[in-house]
């Protein structure tokens, strides 16, 4: 589905998004308002860039998922893990999903390890790539905040160990195992993304 068949949709949500500070987007979403949604729809907050936007579905190639904002801000997932974004400054350029955290969330493995890579664009316009070893475990039930409140969700942790502080990602699934909402690093620049399923 094109972004140009949930523009309509998103237009009065996404209104106070030209904020200079980070907008409060959760506000806009009450349950009667995401009931009336007739698209999918993504929440992205980025609290390190002091940005938020809603996102519906533009394409879709396989498990690849790219979302996009009205402001043409893209963010592609595989599996629900983001591995690119554009329209943003300092752009993931590209990532590979080192394991699937819906998949091992389901096989109630207890941990594992692998490696993910991340590519950036340097100073000098080319493509800068690093590899981490990442530790992958299911951890117990949290309360976690979501649109409509707080919810008890577990959780998968990505840790990848680095020079410097270590990447922690989060993937959080509800009670039929579907993830529902993610922390996951985009860089040192933009931080970490909060990426919430609204419906």
């Given amino acids: 589905m094109r972004l140009f068949a949930v523009g309509i ?5 996404a209104a106070c998004g030209a904020k200079e500070e980070m907008p409060n987007l959760r506000g806009q979403l009450a349950p009667q308002v995401v009931a009336q949604l007739p698209v999918r729809v993504m929440l992205v907050e980025l609290p390190q860039a002091e940005s938020a936007a809603l996102t519906g ?14 402001e043409d801000q893209a963010l592609t997932l595989e599996n629900g893990v983001v591995v690119s974004t554009r329209g943003l400054a300092f752009d993931l350029m590209g990532s590979n999903v080192g394991l699937v955290p819906s998949e091992f969330f389901r096989q109630n493995e207890y941990q594992t390890k692998a490696v993910r890579s991340f590519s950036f664009l340097d100073g000098e ?5 690093v590899s981490y070893e990442c530790l992958y475990e299911i951890n117990p039930a949290e309360i976690v905040p979501r649109l409509n409140g707080r919810a008890e969700l577990s959780s998968v942790s990505e840790t990848c160990i680095r020079p410097g502080r ?32 609204v419906n």
Avoid: C, P
């Fill in 125 to 129: 316009n080319k493509l800068s790539t």
């Fill in 166 to 197: 270590d990447i922690e990602n989060r993937y959080y699934f509800d009670q039929t195992s579907h993830q529902v909402t993610s922390r996951q690093w985009l860089g040192d620049t933009l931080g970490y993304a909060m990426v919430e399923f």
């Fill in 57 to 70: 579905i533009d394409t879709v190639n396989g498990d690849l998922v790219t979302w996009r904002s009205l």
């Fill in 9 to 13: 949709a998103l237009t009065a949500l």
